[in-house]
């Protein structure tokens, strides 16, 4: 915020558990408040016209904020004390980071990054899958705008050094790892050492949604820039203490349930086969996450039966909450790619991605086993 910080701020540097508790809130600016009120003011008064301008002039990038500073609260839009707190208390969340800037959703954060970045003429190198919603704004969006991605399955590594050697006026390589629904992870190192060698210097994202800041560290692994989905890993202080528990609820359950005879794969990131998914797993995710993917026998049918027969799970499409939750991407959250897509990401009509939650893992396990023997 613009006002000065809390007075009480200590001499050293806290430790991050710390800082995405204390920073950027100065409860005196809250009526005294412990914690943070919700400012719902869409507009905000300026002390002088002089101190509208220099707002205005700082947030259209004309003039510097004095240091240790951000300008005047103008507009919500623009930003709001709930989102400076957010944005600051990120920062120590995520390894590496220096700044972050708060969305209104993750597509408006992704979309942000494209239309801030890309220009028509430039071109785009994106791994896939990706999140349905982005693979929809690339098809939609960036390519009538004469933006030309080129995109790789994710995990052929030789395949992205040679997609990212050979683009022209390449200016953003877009990596989902794991990717959604497939958890297919990507090399970000490789990746990184493949931008550097272009000419263009092109920019690395990694949407960093499925394992959140504290499993996996793409910031230290070079990249330009993390994204999330803040719906979900990130969304409240509760919910990040509770992913080390997810992770661990997930692991318990998808490693019981290989063995199931409705279950033809369990894609979980501590039961991969492959050997190259095995290295860069182990190289950069500290745990496998709360989200797993099921390939059950027998189609769309059995991955819907399986569904409808869910009593504690329940049938929708986000995931990274407290609450478990399971759905079929196929014809929901990747809808909207082709048939072409659909098939060069593997995700086929028996698919069913789950996202765990902090229930007793359990009874979800046993919820999950129950409505795999209800398959007709
Ligand atoms: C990996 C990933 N990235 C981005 C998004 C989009 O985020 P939001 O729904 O917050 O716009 C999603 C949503 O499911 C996602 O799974």
Known sequence: MSKPMNKKEPSYVVRPPTAVLTRGFDPALSLGSARPAVFR???????????????????????????????????????HPNAEILEDQIVPLEKGARAAAVFNSGMAAISTIFLSFCAPGWSVVQTRPVYGGTQHMFNTLLRPLGIAIASVGA??????????????????????????????MVDIKAAVAAARRHPDNPLVVVDNTFLGPCFQHPLELGVDLVVYSATKYLNGFSDMIAGVVQSKNAQRIAESLVDHPAVRRVI???????????????????????????????????????????????????????????????????????????????????????SIGVEDWRDLQRDIREALDAIG
């Open 41 to 79: 003011a869409s507009t905000y008064v300026f002390a002088s016209p002089e101190a509208a301008e220099r707002a205005f002039a700082i947030a259209l990038g004309k003039q510097p904020p004095p240091p240790g500073e951000r300008g005047d609260l103008i507009y919500s839009r623009l930003s």
């Open 155 to 184: 995990g052929d590594g030789p395949g992205l050094d040679k997609a990212i050697a050979a683009a022209r006026n390449l200016r953003v390589i877009y990596l989902e790892t794991p990717a959604n629904p497939t958890l297919m």
């Open 268 to 354: 979980y990131p501590s039961l991969f086969d492959d050997p190259e998914q095995i290295r860069i797993r182990d190289a950069q995710c500290d745990f496998p996450g709360g989200i797993m993917t099921l390939d059950l026998r027998g189609g769309r049918r059995a991955a819907f039966d399986f569904l409808r027969s869910l009593k504690i799970l329940r049938d929708a499409v986000s995931l990274g909450g407290v609450e478990s939750l399971a759905c079929h991407p196929r014809t929901t959250t990747h809808s909207e790619n082709s048939p072409e897509e659909l098939e060069e990401a593997g995700i086929t009509e028996s698919l069913v991605r789950i």
